[in-house]
């Protein structure tokens, strides 16, 4: 039986997956074996004559001069790592075993590619990251944002845009949007945004899609409240001519998961808190928090030596029109009669409801009285009005007291209590107008 032939020494280096090369004291390629093509993009031809410290990453090159001093001066290394850039221009990941011979002044290094192992370890310490950062983040904007640095960080992204649908209202909203040169997309209906309807309709929520009307087709992933799409994470490669692989599609589904789970923790958040201070029929601020916003304008004027004045209102014939045609019908005047003061007055005044058919709003910072009866003018002027309500033409006027700080009081039970009795010495008057405070007497 003929033994078999044997394989020489140089072939048996090609036939390695690590890279063997030796170097000189410079670190220049004197020999190199076949796998540095698949390792580093270049063929050994290309790479003889040429030094080591060209291909490293420019960040790691004096940190590898340190030690190939310290393996050159007689202490080897087996598994110092470090960055190539290969030929196509990607990052390599480096580990190497290296020893110098003094006889031959040579370094002989053996290189093997982790590049698949640190990116799966970068990829891991991303996941983390992106869970500390859902229950660290104070504030959606701030999640946002650590959203889109660490989603940068892993992949080549250009551009990243949170669009959040409002199902209720048909409205896409996008609160956040980060990237070069592309412009924000505009709030409107679903049917404006048709490349993000496989996103937000049920039946097609389950995956990733490019966008088709989109010019440079960016990656739309979900995001899911349980199995409800409450809208979508749009994420656009770096090059228009590249796709995201499976891999990066799955650590964006994993950051749109933990987004909506945020999100929708936020949403839940923000509806208990309204509902805590507003009242439920008119979405009014309640009468604790229209308080608290009287408290917060008195300081405010005191402060700045300022006035505000609190007027408060009763609907004159409300119990009969409530007794007449139903309390739908009285729940439905009460929403548009809230609709109406809402307009009646400044942002930053505060309506607010008491109980029952009673309201009262918060006039900050007027300059003098008759600012006060000039919006209480307006209000008599839009709640006369007649409703059109559910086939009925109703009239409800209201009667309304005026109370200003400093003149009529300086606290909020004060101002309250006095702006109430003026109300009343309205109702006594025939209602249907306004009174300043007088005294607590002509009650």
């Given at each position: ?245 499976e891999r990066d ?89 809230a609709h109406r ?11 607010g409801r008491l ?89």
């Open positions: 039986m003929n033994p078999a032939p044997l394989i020489p020494h140089d072939k048996l280096l090609d036939l390695l997956l690590d890279v063997v090369c030796v170097v000189d004291k410079e670190g220049r390629f004197l020999s190199v074996s076949a796998a540095s093509e698949r390792v580093f993009g270049y063929s050994p031809e290309e790479l003889i004559g040429r030094t080591t410290f060209e291909l490293i990453h420019p960040d790691d090159r004096e940190a590898t001069r340190q030690l190939a001093r310290q393996i050159t001066a007689g202490k080897p290394s087996a598994d110092h790592e470090n960055r190539y850039i290969h030929k196509q221009g990607h990052i390599v990941h480096i580990m190497w075993s290296t020893q110098w011979f003094e006889a031959e002044q040579v370094r002989v290094g053996v290189a093997r590619d982790i590049t698949r192992r640190k990116q799966a370890e970068a990829r891991q310490a991303a996941v983390y990251a992106v869970s500390a950062a859902v229950h660290s983040a104070e504030t959606l904007p701030m999640l946002y944002q650590r959203m889109y640095d660490l989603i940068n960080q892993h992949l080549p992204t250009r551009a990243l845009t949170v669009a959040l649908y409002d199902a209720e209202a048909d409205q896409l909203s996008f609160p956040y949007h980060a990237g070069e040169t592309l412009p924000p997309p505009a709030q409107g209906p679903l049917a404006a945004h048709p490349s993000l309807a496989p996103m937000i309709r049920p039946q097609h929520y389950d995956t990733p899609a490019s966008a088709p009307d989109a010019p440079e087709n960016p990656l739309c992933v979900p995001l899911l409240n349980d199995t409800t799409p409450i809208g979508a994470l749009i994420v656009h490669h770096q090059s228009a001519n590249n796709d995201f692989d599609t799955s650590f964006l589904q994993f950051v749109a998961s933990q987004l909506a789970t945020a999100i929708s923790r936020h949403q839940a958040h923000t509806r208990l808190s309204f509902l805590a201070q507003h009242d439920q029929l008119t979405r009014l601020p309640n009468r604790a928090l229209l308080m608290d916003r009287l408290q917060t304008g008195l300081q405010r004027a005191e402060r700045n030596n300022g006035r505000l004045a609190v007027l408060y209102l009763d609907l004159d014939s409300f119990k009969q029109i409530n007794d007449t045609y139903g309390h739908a019908v009285g729940d439905h005047l009460l929403q548009q009669v003061l809402r307009q009646s007055v400044r942002e930053s005044d505060s309506c109980g029952g058919d009673e309201f009262a709003v918060v006039l900050d910072a007027i300059r003098e009285q008759q600012d006060a009866a000039t919006v209480a003018e307006k209000i008599l002027g839009n709640l006369s009005a007649p409703f059109l309500i559910e086939g009925h033409t109703l009239t409800c006027t209201p009667s309304v007291g005026i109370a200003v700080y400093p003149e009529h009081g300086d606290s909020q039970r004060r101002l309250m209590h006095r702006a109430d009795n003026a109300m009343y010495a309205t109702k006594r008057s025939g209602g249907a107008g306004y009174a300043f405070f007088l005294s607590d007497d002509a009650v």
